[in-house]
């Protein structure tokens, strides 16, 4: 976008790298230089400015190749902006927003990659559900359309595979997904990608990746790349999902370019502004009159530790969160989400009296089954009714317990319905589990069966209303049974 | 001497990057080959008209070597390398009209064909003739 000659003529100002430190360099010159602006070095590799000062000015590299003292840097005039349109859909950029799979932007627009947040009276509330096609997410710990939840967990809980999951089910409905690997090892971009590359609704999937063996520079810009991304299909009427993958390891790049430029080290040496930082990019999802950008960003917790300065950082910025416990993931629990440790604080708004209902219904129901699945670890002689309801529990547990694949909401609705009014009761999770898929392949093909569920659920004022048609009418379920 | 009379004589001395690098190693020669004669004199096993020039005192030559670690520079780059009249003419030029000591950094580069370009305090002008021509083209082209 910008060439070296044509900036020292347009400006008229240079200036020379007089030292490098990793990622950072010094830079002497360039007098009129303004704060973030972007400036290009001989070789055409460009840097942002961080810090101006009397003598110098710090720079921040946005690129891998070795920048040596002595070489010469021109202004751009410009702060850092990537050039979109609608090309870029199904493909991968690196952090600067250029295609890596050799897509060429064509009539693309340019948009600046740090903005302000929108002001509050462009922002609608949060009153779309978004399905993410995890039962236990969409039920327990539903998610509106412009929110931002944290998802929070180790290393290995499965984290990876909500996300390919809401993706994939949101692409299919129309949704543009943005995927922000940050940092991340190249391998785990790969398994990502292929994962992606084999559905059908990729075109609505763009992937911003920047791997761990690239300059932190790079690195750090990454989701202020895929936010800028998807504020561009906000701005033409699209509900967007972004997933800032991850934010820990964001503010880790961060640190180290903070005490490389000499910036007064804070609480775990990170710098003061962080929190700002993270604030001010998470600002930047929402529900608007025109379009949305549901955020999840995600924290990487160690031994399931949830108190690190990060986390709760971000647990304040975000409307909510999702954790993945390690102890459930050992358990052979897929997803391994903790439903009484997660929380959504404006997702509720945006379900159905049904679904709300449903959701009560469920969450008091689990807080039993843990007290009575405490009773039996006592060894203690079970009452029938008990016993009965610890039966249900598994069958419950056993549909939450899901590999591999997306369950519509309106099947995950009826599915629990026909749970809480006796279904499956003496048959093998094994059969069960074949069962729910065969809905959910049958919700998928036959239009017949997906119309008469969808209607069923439409028209339900109440759960316990559907309850009793459940008991009642026969919707296309009793073939499941 | 008085010390003021060395630094401007010295400072005097230099135009160019190449002679302030000239006049440190000439310092740096002083320095190590120098011994103490009381508290602050010194002497030098060297006998050159620069050791008696520059300084009497281990101090002197500590501050005029500070004084021309300060000394900002301005870069040329000319298309041939330019003779001793050219540089004086310039070095007195920028004297005159800049009230602040500014040395000349000299580059070579045949590519600009004609003219000069400059550099100074992060500015940058662009007179070579490559430039005037490039811009000329780009008219017709």
């Known amino acids: 976008m910008y060439d070296y000659k044509t900036c020292l003529e347009k400006i008229g100002e240079i200036g020379e790298v007089t030292e490098v430190l990793a990622s950072i360099v010094y830079v002497d010159g360039l007098p009129g230089l ?78 600046d990659v740090d903005v302000t947040p929108p002001p509050l009276k462009e922002r609608r509330l949060v009153v779309t559900p ?58 785990e971009i790969k398994d990502m990608l292929n994962e992606i590359k084999t559905k059908s609704a990729k075109e609505n999937i763009v992937v911003v990746a920047t791997s761990a063996s690239e300059s932190p520079g790079l690195i750090f ?45 804070g609480r775990n040496s990170y710098p003061g502004d962080i929190f700002y930082l993270h604030s001010k990019l998470l600002e930047r999802a929402g529900a608007f009159a025109k379009g949305s950008i549901t955020a999840f960003p995600v924290a990487e917790s160690i031994m399931g530790d949830i108190s690190g300065y990060i986390q709760t950082n971000l647990m304040s910025i975000t409307d909510g969160h999702i954790f993945f416990d ?23 708004q945006a379900q159905t009296n049904l679904v709300r209902g449903l959701s009560h219904d469920l969450s008091a129901f689990l807080v039993t089954l843990e007290r009575m699945k405490d009773f039996e670890h006592f060894g203690a002689e079970l009452s029938e009714e008990v016993i009965q309801q610890l039966a249900l529990g598994d069958r419950i547990l056993n549909f939450f317990d899901q590999p591999k694949e997306v369950i519509p909401i309106n099947v995950s609705i009826l599915v629990m319905g026909m749970l809480w009014t006796g279904a499956w009761r003496n048959q093998k999770p094994k059969d069960i589990r074949g069962k729910i898929s065969k809905m959910v392949d049958d919700y998928n093909s036959n239009e017949l069966f997906r119309k008469k569920i969808d209607n069923l659920i439409l028209n339900i004022k109440n759960y316990k209303e559907f309850l009793n048609k459940l008991r009642e009418g026969n919707y296309g379920q009793e073939n499941y049974y | ?46 006998r ?4 008696f020039l520059l300084g009497s005192t281990r101090e002197d030559i500590g501050k005029l070597r500070q004084q021309l670690a300060k000394i900002e520079f ?4 000319f298309s041939y390398q330019p003779n001793i009249k050219l540089i004086n003419d310039i070095s007195l030029f920028i004297n005159n009209n800049i009230n602040q000591k500014i040395l000349i950094d ?6 600009i064909i004609g003219g000069a370009i400059i550099s100074y305090g992060g500015r940058f002008f662009d007179g070579s003739l490559l430039h005037k021509l490039e811009n000329a083209l780009k008219k017709y082209v």
Do not use: W
């Open chain 1, 34 to 111: 303004s704060p973030n602006e972007i400036v290009i070095f001989q070789d055409g590799q460009l840097g942002q400015t961080l810090d101006i000062s009397e003598e110098k000015v710090h720079i921040l590299v946005l690129s891998h190749k070795a920048v040596k003292p002595g070489d010469k840097v021109a202004r751009t005039g410009g702060v850092l902006s990537i050039n979109i349109s609608d090309d870029i859909l199904g493909g991968i950029l690196d952090g600067l927003g250029n295609p890596l799979d050799g897509k060429k932007i064509i009539n693309g627009v340019v948009r």
């Open chain 1, 326 to 348: 390690t102890e459930l993931a050992t358990l052979g629990r897929r997803p391994a989400i903790n439903p009484f440790l997660s929380v959504t604080r404006v997702g509720q």
């Open chain 2, 48 to 51: 050159r008209e620069s050791s």
């Open chain 2, 106 to 111: 000299i580059k070579v580069d045949p590519m």
């Open chain 1, 130 to 187: 978004l399905e993410t096609g995890v039962p236990l997410v969409d039920l327990l710990i539903p998610i509106g359309r412009g929110q931002r939840e944290l998802v929070i967990g180790d290393r290995k809980t499965g984290k990876s595979t909500f996300f390919i999951k809401s993706m994939i089910n949101q692409a299919a409905k129309g949704t543009i997904c943005i995927y922000a690997s940050i940092g991340k090892k190249i391998v």
């Open chain 1, 221 to 265: 810009i990454t989701p202020y790349t895929a936010m800028a991304i998807a504020e561009y299909f906000r701005d033409k009427g699209k509900d967007v999902l972004i997933i800032l993958d991850d934010l820990t390891n964001h503010a880790m790049y961060y640190r180290e370019i903070s005490l490389l430029s000499r910036r007064f080290p």
């Open chain 2, 1 to 46: 001497m008085q010390n003021d009379q060395i630094y401007s004589k010295s400072l005097d001395l230099i135009q160019t990057r190449d002679d302030l690098n000239l006049l440190n190693k000439e310092l740096e020669l002083i320095e190590e080959s120098s011994f103490e004669v009381g508290k602050k004199d010194i002497s030098t096993l060297i």
């Open chain 2, 74 to 77: 301005m870069e040329i780059t």
